[in-house]
């Protein structure tokens, strides 16, 4: 992996983001509360259609059901066509942070401008093949981009490599259009990827199966998974 450093102005906090998607659907209030106890940042909801990208997840229901067992922030990533419907329900299923995606909404603008009416923080998903210029007339209504380097709609998958460089150039466009965005990095993020990742700019990491792997001591790989982080930070 390419790790690069961003530029050294970039003063950031590295917060960390699972995913719940490895998580036991049975028991998902116990899975938030032991993240929660495990000092990971924020919970990050993945939630698909089977029409966007070949999954299909869960609604804002599950999400409402779940706020009452973690005081931490939920962010939902919708990998959904038209996410304009459905921005009002999960607002008011207690996400603070919604994320659409680029490629899947008509009227960006639009959309963002609709999340922010509602009180929520807003952001936008590229996938990786998506370029930065489909956000740069919009910078300014977002509060997060998220770089996917994987493809959506499954877990597990292996870090792009050539994501790296969209990263940097993340960073190069925030630094010229609004420096308060963070940048948010989602797929095959693991011990592994991390230092590459905040080398390159990452702000907040979202991490499922590679954080998951360690239900026996999350504890203990959460605080592995920010020391990485930490350490990687440019000076």
């Known amino acids: 992996m390419t790790t690069t450093s961003a530029p050294a102005s970039d003063d950031r906090i590295v917060e960390l983001a699972p995913s719940i998607l490895p998580c036991d659907f049975g028991r998902l209030g116990e899975e938030l509360q032991a993240l929660e106890e495990a000092g990971v940042d924020r919970i990050h909801w993945d939630v698909m259609d089977g029409v966007f990208v070949p999954n299909i997840t869960i609604g804002a229901p599950v999400v409402a059901s779940c706020r009452r067992y973690s005081s931490l922030p939920f962010e939902v990533h919708l990998m959904i066509i038209d996410p304009e419907r459905y921005v009002g329900e999960f607002i008011d299923a207690g996400c603070e942070l919604i994320t659409v995606h680029a490629e899947a909404t008509r009227h960006l603008h639009r959309t963002l401008g609709l999340i922010k009416s509602l009180g929520a923080r807003?952001?936008?998903?590229?996938?990786?093949?998506?370029?930065?210029?489909?956000?740069?007339?919009?910078?300014?209504?977002?509060?997060?981009?998220?770089?996917?380097?994987?493809?959506?709609?499954?877990?597990g998958q292996h870090y792009i490599e050539s994501m790296d460089a969209k990263i940097?150039?993340?960073?190069?466009?925030?630094?010229?259009?609004?420096?308060?965005?963070?940048?948010?990095?989602?797929?095959?993020?693991?011990?592994?990827?991390i230092a590459g990742c905040v080398m390159n700019g990452a702000q907040i990491l979202v991490s499922g199966s590679a954080l998951l792997a360690h239900r026996d001591n999350l504890g203990q790989a959460v605080n592995h998974f920010h020391q990485l982080a930490t350490a990687a930070k440019p000076s």
């Not at 981009?145 to 709609?153: A, D, E, H, R, T």
């Not at 940097?168 to 990827?193: C, F, H, M, Q």
Request: proline content about 7%; glycine content about 8%.
């Open 122 to 155: 807003a952001g936008v998903a590229l996938n990786p093949a998506t370029p930065l210029s489909a956000v740069e007339h919009v910078m300014d209504e977002l509060d997060v981009l998220m770089i996917m380097s994987v493809n959506p709609g499954f877990g």
């Open 168 to 193: 940097l150039a993340a960073v190069a466009l925030r630094e010229a259009t609004n420096p308060s965005v963070k940048i948010e990095v989602d797929g095959g993020v693991s011990e592994e990827t």
